[in-house]
């Protein structure tokens, strides 16, 4: 069984990010909440599949998929109306 803790996920999302291109890793700095909107958002969305008490633990993979691939395909204002998965694959083109 693989570790669940911060410092694990940390690590993990770590290593996905430096598979990235270096203009896509982008991050709030602090001290500037207006960066932070869309985050804030898509905070507020995700509560829509987890509420607050969730117990990620005894999700399903296939759970936490399903909500994966219905977030990221709905369209947002901010990216004109594009889901987040076509906005990320036009930008790895």
């Known amino acids: ?6 410092a694990t996920g940390r690590h993990a999302f770590a290593r996905e990010l430096r598979t990235l ?4 890793c982008r991050f709030a ?4 909440p207006w960066e932070r909107d869309t985050n804030e958002n898509a905070n507020g969305l995700l ?3 987890f509420p607050k008490d969730t117990r990620f633990t005894q999700l399903s993979r296939a759970e936490i ?3 994966q691939a219905i977030f990221n395909d709905r369209p947002r204002k901010v ?3 594009q889901s ?3 906005a990320f694959h036009h930008l790895l083109r």
């Open 1 to 6: 069984m693989k570790a669940k803790d911060a």
């Open 21 to 24: 291109p270096a203009r896509l």
């Open 29 to 32: 700095h602090p001290h500037c």
């Open 47 to 49: 509560r829509h599949f």
């Open 65 to 67: 998929k399903r909500a």
């Open 79 to 81: 990216l004109t109306l």
């Open 84 to 86: 987040p998965a076509h």
